[in-house]
């Protein structure tokens, strides 16, 4: 079984709350049952250098943030025997605060884009679950299930709630950045919120 496991803090990377030890130690966890787990990150400026050291190129391609289109590079680490992937993108060179997310929209958007897009170029690693940590990971279980269904739909998903307090709620108009169509199951309150997606269409949540 392959998981890949998606968020925004990873021990020893990136470091800043609960979130970075638990995605640092269940990946190893799972490993033990025989799964074979991966991790994808953002690429953020401030990651120590020597912990790249052998950090590879895999591939680059490019994400529509509503009509712009964004390059993205995907690099490819081995490290402590687990097999980090990181995205790079200007929008990724820091990783900000939780209460300053409402400016950070479109980081968080062409993240969660760019993590779907991510898995056209896994020709090694068939993704059988995915784990989405946290709200910046929130909406993957619905772009999953609804705009890469036909390449994707396959795929189950798990969605690990972190901090309820902050869900992730952007305007509606957000819609236009991911390139989806408004949907009920993502509203709450006339705005979009990844926690309330990620409840609503993730297989499972814990």
């Known amino acids: 079984m392959n998981v890949l496991f998606a968020g925004v803090e990873c021990y020893p990377f990136i470091n800043g709350s609960i979130l970075?030890?638990?995605?640092?130690?269940i990946p190893r966890e799972v490993k033990t049952?025989?799964?074979?787990?991966r991790v994808i990150l953002p690429l953020y400026s401030n990651i120590d250098k020597e912990l790249l050291t052998d950090i590879k190129l895999?591939?680059?391609?490019?994400v529509f943030l509503?009509?712009?289109a964004?390059?993205?590079k995907l690099y490819e680490l081995n490290y402590d025997d687990i097999i980090?992937?990181?995205?790079?993108?200007?929008?990724?060179?820091?990783?900000?605060?939780?209460s300053e997310y409402e400016s950070q929209k479109e980081?968080?958007?062409?993240?969660?884009l760019s993590v779907v897009e991510t898995f056209k170029y896994l020709d090694d690693f068939k993704i059988d679950i995915i784990n989405c940590h946290d709200f910046e990971s929130g909406l993957i279980p619905h772009l999953i299930k609804t705009k890469y269904y036909k390449e994707f739909g396959y795929i189950k998903t798990v969605y690990t709630l972190y901090n309820a307090s902050i869900q992730g709620e952007y305007d509606r108009a957000s819609v236009k950045l991911f390139n989806i169509d408004f949907d009920r199951t993502i509203e709450r309150d006339g705005r979009i919120n990844y926690t309330k997606a990620a409840i609503v269409e993730s297989d499972f949540v814990n």
């Open 20 to 25: 970075s030890d638990i995605l640092y130690y």
């Open 33 to 37: 049952l025989g799964v074979n787990s």
């Open 58 to 62: 895999k591939n680059e391609f490019f």
């Open 66 to 68: 509503g009509n712009k």
């Open 70 to 72: 964004q390059k993205i």
């Open 84 to 98: 980090y992937y990181f995205l790079e993108n200007e929008k990724f060179s820091t990783q900000g605060l939780p």
């Open 107 to 112: 980081k968080w958007i062409l993240y969660q």
